[in-house]
């Protein structure tokens, strides 16, 4: 039996155009979605569309990874990270928006915002199809599309009013494109002091690069401006589940033995969550993009 496509990706079929030819719109028969050229993805049973076709995105989380970041994101530790987010999406565009989240992992992010935008509509994109299966349920009003953020988005010009980067991989040319003149770019990225004792206790788990933030100014700085940015940092204190998750749904999880765990330092107690949040407005063509 053909698998129905969900009401979500329905209304946000006029978002899409096709990854192969770049015609817009894909419309929906037999399971799948077609362009008017005759190129075809498969909508996935667990209701995300199958857009990345040809070679193998070269980064994505794993369904353990996955599983991890559901089980700690259900612990509502981050919760003061998603309603900022919701806040400075939800503060800069009407509550019709269009919201696309990239690398959306389970989806928490962006159901953040859609509940703080009753009539929004929302479409989250990752490599990772364990990772979709979560963010085509995450929400009623959010869609859910396998895509590698590298690779010019399947999304038509200018058809968004909030991109969501949260901990995520970047293709700033790419936001610049799909977002509307008066849209929003949110970021969020852990500062150096993020999960600082937790890092301390396992010299293996991967550090806060840094340099990172000046990279992150020169990539995003032709395209876009910051409008405000926000720190957010508090303490939590960790239950030993929820440690084991917050390492194991990074890519630390990899450089981390099960020894480094069985230490009596683990879990740690109290750590520091520590991260910035910046709306960046789309710079005008031509006087960044293009003038720089
Ligand atoms: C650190 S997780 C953050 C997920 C989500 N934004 C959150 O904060 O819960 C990074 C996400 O980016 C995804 N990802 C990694 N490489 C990607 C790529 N090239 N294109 C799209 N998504 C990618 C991963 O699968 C993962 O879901
Ligand atoms: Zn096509």
Redesign the pocket.
């Known amino acids: 039996m053909p698998v129905s496509l969900p009401p979500a990706l329905e209304s946000s079929l006029d978002l899409l155009c096709c990854p192969t030819c770049r015609t817009r719109r894909l419309h929906p028969g037999g399971g799948a979605l077609r362009c008017p050229k005759g190129h075809t993805f498969d909508i996935a049973r667990h209701g995300y569309a199958g857009l990345l076709t040809g070679p193998r995105?070269?980064?994505?989380?794993d369904a353990p990874?996955?599983r991890a970041?559901d089980r700690f994101?259900s612990t509502g530790t981050?919760a003061p990270v998603r309603d900022t987010g919701a806040r400075l999406a939800a503060d800069a565009v009407s509550e019709r928006a269009t919201v696309v989240?990239?690398?959306?992992?389970?989806?928490?992010?962006l159901a953040g915002v859609l509940d703080e935008l009753p009539g929004a509509r929302g479409l989250g994109?990752?490599?990772?199809v364990r990772?979709l299966r979560s963010a085509a349920r995450a929400h009623d009003r959010a869609a859910a599309v396998a895509?590698?953020?590298?690779r010019p988005l399947p999304l038509a010009d200018g058809v968004a009013d909030v991109v969501?980067?949260?901990?995520?991989?970047r293709n700033p040319a790419e936001f610049h494109r799909v977002l509307r003149p008066a849209g929003r770019l949110v970021v969020?990225r852990p500062t150096g002091r993020h999960l600082a004792e937790l890092r301390g206790r396992l010299p293996a788990m991967v550090t806060v690069d840094p340099a990172k933030e000046q990279r992150l100014h020169r990539a995003l700085d032709p395209f876009f401006e910051a409008a405000v940015t926000e720190q957010v940092e508090y303490p939590v204190t960790l239950t030993g589940p929820a440690a084991l998750d917050l390492v194991a749904?990074?890519p630390s999880a990899r450089h981390v033995s099960r020894a480094d765990l069985d230490d009596d330092g683990f879990p740690p107690g109290e750590v520091t969550v520590s991260v910035l949040a910046t709306a960046y407005r789309p710079r005008r063509p031509g006087a960044g993009a293009s003038a720089r």
């Not at 995105?57 to 989380?61: E, F, I, L, Q, Y």
């Not at 994109?125 to 990772?128: E, I, Q, R, V």
């Not at 895509?147 to 590298?150: E, G, H, L, S």
């Open positions: 995105a070269t980064s994505g989380d990874m996955v970041r994101l981050y989240d990239v690398g959306c992992g389970t989806g928490y992010y994109l990752d490599t990772s990772a895509w590698d953020v590298f969501l980067d949260i901990f995520a991989p969020i749904m990074t």
